[in-house]
């Protein structure tokens, strides 16, 4: 028996499109545990199977060791080069005895760069064919999967494809051959530590250590501000002399001699003004992520990840769009009367169903899916954070919808002896979307007290107040993904992975980001005797040629060839400083380690400071005294997860505190003195 096969990205897709497309009942079976489907749409028998993720990886071919440059690659099986990876083998044998009697395949992944791939592989390397039809969709909802089939190419996106293997391939040239010349520089040096870098990493890198030297080399200016207080008729009212900033103290001081002793002013002008303010533009990836970290503290890679989920079960559409734009195809009215029937958002959906339905989309554009959206479809068994995210999607959509806020803005001028001071306030006077959005909404209302012109102010006090500038604040999660899209620096799904390696391997910290001292010497090394590693006009340059691939104006092999080049030279240049690129990394690394390493004072002999000890006899770590053999203290350890100082005493006993953290576990805080009498009370779960 012949039959169509339908290859998805992962399992919850390949059930969805089962069931989506079957005209009668959906038979589930299984082969070696991987869950297949077996339908009949009008007269075509259809398998529906599935991958999960990436099956297949990039290695070095004909491997002669670990040296630098390496550029002989080829596609394996990633169960072949990771044994965590060991569980793909099973989907590849369920795609490859499901394939034997197919007569026609059709791509069922995510319509993107790296799902193209995914399909791509599993065409050549398991299926043997060269092509296949293509279902493109933005949401696993039931009538998008059925259009999507109705509609589907005759081939798969290979421009796409192309691109995406072009870009595995650049970025494994990067970050073999980097990584294993930074390991090489601070072997050479008498030191082992795997280092990493990459194509995208090392620039983001030099991003966060040129804020940190900004801030470190930030002098502050002294100014003065002085600030009126007196009572209004309708209350007490505040304001600041017109020049707001005084940068010279003797010209403050002659305002302030010139008001000396006022007891009385005057109201002099009142100026109100209403603007209209914009309803938010749609949720592309990147605004997705940025506001989940403002509103609900939740980190890109999480939000991220989070939103996957809740597209995979059928709640959102595809996540990984740069799009801030909503089709009419999409549907709005149906949306929103499905949306109407949860509870939450019943009274606010029948409210913009009374009015024409137009979103106020934003300029970014992406040709394969539209902005982020909420399918309407009731969301059931949600996590906590799961739902905070679900319920951001649906708000930020329906705010697109509803009217402009009206704001005003008052503006009162005081004369106080012919010196002016202002007040300003701004309130909202028609709430529009913000009632949509609530409680989302950012910025502080201030209302000022009503005033009218000649009005006597009663002066309580005048203050002059000593302040000084302040430095740029440090990137926070949000923030550095920002920055990475505003430079074109990877992909809107790869940022929050980059950054998230740089914590990974420990050149970055904290939840406001600085880099470690590791960091800061990696780019201070690699810009003394390497700087094109960190060049983000480079990066920039291929993600350019990587656009032109997909579009058919450039070829693979050429940009590859162009990056194989830049990196011979790169690299030629980087071994002839080899012993010097090292001694730094490893000083740094060693003083990286120490701080990382440091628990805090030692609450016995008082002058050491415990220090977290790797041995190398047992193998097991230990916290230690570094003032021994004066000082013999030691306290066990926890052998598995990340342990970290807390900054913090115990306080039953106050000897310090340490957290472990564990994958897949909350974080474990608890004091490292195994005899304090609080122990069990003071040990917790966060």
């Known amino acids: 028996m012949s039959y169509e096969l339908i290859i998805t990205e992962k399992p919850k897709a390949a059930e969805k499109i089962a069931s989506a497309l079957a005209h009668g009942k959906m038979i589930k079976e299984l082969y070696k545990k991987v869950p297949y489907y077996k339908i009949t749409h009008g007269k075509k028998d259809i398998v529906v199977c599935c991958a999960v993720g990436h099956l297949y990886g990039l290695a070095e071919k004909d491997k002669k060791g670990w040296v630098y440059p390496v550029f002989n690659v080829e596609w394996v099986p990633v169960f072949e080069q990771n044994n965590s990876a060991k569980f793909t083998k099973k989907y590849i044998d369920a795609i490859k005895k499901a394939s034997k009697e197919a007569d026609s395949f059709t791509i069922a992944c995510d319509y993107d760069i790296e799902g193209e791939l995914i399909g791509f592989n599993v065409l050549r390397f ?14 696993l909802t039931k009538q998008d999967l059925i259009n999507a089939y109705e509609k589907k190419s005759k081939t798969i996106d290979h421009g796409l494809a192309s691109a995406g293997e072009t870009r595995h391939e650049l970025d494994w040239y990067y970050g073999i051959n980097l990584s294993r010349a930074l390991t090489f520089a601070i072997k050479s040096a008498g030191f082992f530590k795997v280092l990493s870098s990459g194509r995208v990493q090392g620039p983001a890198l030099k991003i966060i250590v040129d804020r940190d030297r900004e801030i470190k080399a930030f002098k502050p200016v002294p100014f003065w501000q002085i600030e009126l207080t007196g009572d209004v008729t309708d209350g007490t009212i505040k304001a600041l002399h017109e020049e707001d900033k005084f940068w010279d103290k003797k010209k403050a001081d002659g305002v302030m001699k010139h008001v000396k002793g006022q007891k009385l002013a005057k109201i002099k002008e009142v100026k109100k003004t209403k603007f209209k303010q914009a309803p938010p533009v749609p949720f592309d990836l990147t605004t997705m992520q940025i506001e989940a970290y403002r509103c609900l503290r939740i980190s890109p890679k999480d939000s991220l990840a989070i939103a996957q989920e809740l597209y995979t079960s059928g709640f959102i559409s595809y996540p990984r769009t740069s ?28 409210e913009l169903l009374k009015k ?22 009731l969301p059931k068994g949600l996590e906590d954070q799961e739902l905070k995210l679900y319920d951001l999607i649906v708000k930020r959509f329906m705010a697109t919808f509803a009217d402009p806020a009206v704001k005003e803005t008052v503006v009162i001028k005081i004369s106080c002896n012919n010196e002016i001071f202002v007040a300003k306030g701004t309130t909202t006077v028609e709430k529009g979307w913000h009632t949509f959005y609530e409680p989302y909404v950012s910025g502080k209302e201030e209302e000022l007290p009503a005033v009218r ?17 302040q430095p740029p604040k440090h990137y926070t999660p949000a923030s550095i993904i920002k920055e990475l899209a505003k430079r074109n620096l990877g992909t809107k799904a790869t940022r929050a992975q980059i950054i998230d390696t740089l914590f990974q391997r420990g050149y970055i910290k904290g939840k406001t980001i600085e880099a470690t001292d590791l ?89 050491g400071n415990l220090r977290i000890i790797f041995s190398k006899k047992t193998k097991k770590r230990f916290i230690a005294c570094d003032n021994y053999p004066k000082c013999k203290t030691t306290f066990s350890l926890p052998q598995k997860g990340l342990v970290k100082s807390v900054d913090k005493q115990c306080p039953e006993c106050d000897y310090p505190m340490v957290m472990v953290i564990t994958k897949g576990r909350k974080p474990w805080v608890f004091c490292i003195n195994h005899n304090c009498k609080g122990k069990q009370t003071e040990s917790k779960n966060i």
């Not at 024409?356 to 479809?377: C, E, M, R």
């Not at 012109?453 to 500038?469: A, C, F, L, P, W």
């Open 356 to 377: 024409g339905l137009v979103p106020n989309d934003g300029k970014s554009t992406d040709p394969a899916h539209p902005a982020i959206y909420p399918t309407g479809i």
């Open 519 to 607: 960091g800061i010497s990696a780019v201070e090394t690699l810009e003394k005797y390497c700087p094109r590693i960190l060049d983000e006009e480079l990066t920039r340059h291929f993600e350019i040629e990587m656009d032109e691939i997909q579009g058919g104006k450039k070829k693979p092999e050429l940009v590859l060839e162009e990056a194989k080049q830049s990196l011979k030279e790169i690299l030629a240049d980087f071994k002839k400083k080899e012993k010097d690129i090292g001694a730094g990394l490893k000083e740094a690394t060693i003083e990286t380690q120490n701080k990382a390493n440091l628990i805090g004072k030692c609450p016995v002999c008082k002058k």
């Open 126 to 139: 398991i299926c043997k064919q060269k092509d296949a039809n293509r279902m493109k969709f933005s949401t």
């Open 323 to 350: 799009s801030q734009k909503l089709p009419k195809e999409i549907g709005y009215k149906k949306i929103l009367e499905k949306l109407s029937k949860q509870e939450t958002y019943s009274s606010l959906c029948n």
């Open 453 to 469: 012109e000649k009005e006597d102010v009663d002066v309580r006090e005048i203050n002059m107040y000593n302040k000084e500038t």
